[in-house]
C-alpha cells in the first residue's frame, strides 16, 4: 500500500520536446503548419492574420474588423452563424490584437467540413452589417466607460502612454470618439489591405483526412502581402507620473521600460531575473512588498512580448498612503539584484520553478502550437525553448549581477500610478 506519509522522490530534468510540425505550402503560397497528438477527437485550426493594430490606417479598424467578422456574410447573419457553429459544437474565437488578428475554431474532427467551409466564407466574404456595427460600437462604449473607473486599466493605459508615445499603436487606446468615426467603409478597407497574408496552424488528432480538407478550403483563399507600417517611438526620457483619481481608496502603479528582443543573446538571463523579482508567488518583490510589509495582496513583474516591442513591466495595487514607500521597495530590490549575488538556494528555487512550469504547459497538443506559434511569429531559431532552458540552468549569480546592472537600473524605468 501506498505510504503518503513519504513525499516522492524528487526527479530534476531539463528536457523539452516539442511535436515536430509538419509544414505544408498551398498552391496559393499559403504556408500550413499541423501538431498532430492527443486522444480526443478534436480539432484546433488557429488563423493568424498580420492585421492587427500596427497595419492600421483609421485608428479601431482592427478591432471592429476583427470583432465584426462573424456577425454575418451577403448570405448568413450573425443569428444563423451562431447558429451553425452551435449545431456542430463548435466554439470560434476571434482576437484582434496589437499586431495580429487571431482567428481560432475548435471542432469535432467528424465536423471539421462544414465548420471549416463556414470559416472560409468568414474569412472571404464579411459583410459587416450596419446594426451589428451599431451594437459592437455600443457595446465597447458601455465597457469603456466601466474600465475608465478601475485604476488598473487606467494605470496600464497611462504606462504603455509614456513607453511609446500617445500617438504610436502601442501607446494609444481606443476612445470614445474613435469608436465613433469607425464605419463601415474602414473595416471593409482595412480587411481587403491587410487580411491576405496569413498563416494556419492545425492542431489535435490531425489525420491525412483533416490536412486534405484544409489544403482544399484554403488552396483558393486569395493571398496578397499586407501592406508594411512603420511607427516611431516618442523620444521620452524616464519620468514618474501621478495621476489622481477622485473617489478611489487605492492606487494602481506601474513601473516598466523598454527592454531587449527574445533573439538576444541576454534575453534568457533578463527573462530570469524578471522571474527572480516578481514572476511567482516566491518571488522577492511578493515576499518583501506583500509578505514582509503587506502593502499589497499581489505585485508582479513579466516580460511583454510585442513584434516590434518588447517592455518589462512591474505592476501592483496598493494604499494611496503607501505608494512612495512602495515604489521606493520596488528600487531597492532592482538594486539588489545588481548588488547582492543571489543566494545559491533562491537561484535552485526559481531556477526549478522556472523549468517546471514551462515543462508544465506542454499537457496538449495545442500548447505545443501555441509554442509554434511563437516561434513563427517571432522569428525564433529552432530548439528555441530548449536552449532557453539550457541557458538558464547555467546561469550564475555573477551571470545575473552582470545582467542586472544592463538591465534592472532602477532610474531607467518610467513610473506611474493611478489613484
Known amino acids: 500500500m501506498l505510504d503518503r506519509t513519504i513525499a516522492p522522490p524528487f526527479t530534476r530534468s531539463t528536457f523539452f520536446e516539442l511535436i515536430s510540425p509538419v509544414q505544408i505550402t498551398l498552391r496559393n503560397g499559403l504556408n500550413v503548419y499541423t501538431i498532430s497528438g492527443g486522444n480526443q477527437s478534436v480539432i484546433k485550426i488557429e488563423i493568424l492574420i498580420k492585421g492587427g493594430r500596427w497595419t492600421e490606417k483609421h485608428f479601431g479598424a482592427a478591432y471592429f ?35 495580429m488578428v487571431s482567428i481560432v475554431l475548435y471542432t469535432l474532427n467528424k465536423n471539421l467540413q462544414p465548420t471549416l467551409s463556414l470559416l472560409y466564407e468568414l474569412l472571404t466574404d464579411a459583410a459587416f452589417p450596419e446594426k451589428e456595427l451599431a451594437q459592437t460600437k455600443s457595446i465597447y462604449q458601455q465597457n469603456l466607460k466601466v474600465n475608465n473607473e478601475k485604476t488598473s486599466f487606467l494605470a496600464s493605459k497611462l504606462i504603455r502612454a509614456n513607453l511609446f508615445g500617445k500617438n504610436h499603436p502601442y501607446g494609444k487606446e481606443l476612445e470614445e470618439g474613435d469608436v465613433n ?19 494556419i496552424i492545425a492542431s489535435g488528432q490531425v489525420t491525412d483526412r483533416e490536412q486534405k480538407l484544409i489544403q482544399e478550403t484554403f488552396s483558393n483563399i486569395p493571398i496578397k502581402a499586407s501592406t508594411a507600417s512603420v511607427h516611431a517611438n516618442d523620444a521620452l526620457k524616464p519620468y514618474r507620473q501621478i495621476q489622481e483619481k477622485e473617489g478611489s481608496l487605492q492606487s494602481s502603479l506601474r513601473s516598466a521600460k523598454e527592454i531587449i528582443s527574445r533573439t538576444h543573446p541576454d534575453y534568457p538571463s533578463v527573462l530570469f531575473l524578471t522571474h527572480v523579482l516578481g514572476g511567482y508567488f516566491g518571488s522577492r518583490l511578493m515576499k518583501n512588498i506583500r509578505e514582509e510589509k503587506g502593502l499589497t495582496y499581489g505585485i508582479y513583474a513579466s516580460y511583454n512580448t510585442l513584434k516590434h516591442k518588447q517592455y518589462l513591466v512591474i505592476g501592483a495595487d496598493v494604499n494611496k498612503e503607501n505608494l512612495e514607500l512602495t515604489f521606493d521597495e520596488i528600487k531597492k530590490e532592482l538594486a539588489r539584484l545588481y548588488s547582492e549575488p543571489v543566494p545559491l538556494d533562491e537561484l535552485d528555487t526559481a531556477r526549478n520553478h522556472f523549468i517546471g512550469s514551462l515543462q508544465s504547459e506542454m499537457t496538449t497538443p495545442f500548447a505545443h502550437a501555441d509554442k509554434l506559434k511563437s516561434t513563427l511569429l517571432y522569428n525564433l531559431p529552432e530548439g528555441f525553448y530548449q536552449t532557453l ?20 537600473q532602477g532610474d531607467s524605468f518610467f513610473e506611474v500610478a493611478v489613484g
Open 389 to 408: 532552458i539550457n541557458r538558464i540552468d547555467q546561469l550564475t549569480d555573477e551571470d545575473l549581477m552582470e545582467t542586472a546592472s544592463k538591465y534592472f
Open 181 to 199: 468615426a469607425i464605419t463601415r467603409d474602414m473595416l471593409h478597407q482595412h480587411v481587403q489591405a491587410q487580411f491576405g497574408d496569413f498563416l
Open 65 to 99: 474588423s476583427g470583432s465584426l467578422l462573424s456577425k454575418g456574410t451577403s448570405k448568413k447573419s450573425s443569428f444563423e452563424i451562431a447558429q451553425i457553429f452551435d449545431q456542430y459544437g463548435a466554439h470560434l474565437e476571434i482576437n484582434p490584437g496589437m499586431d
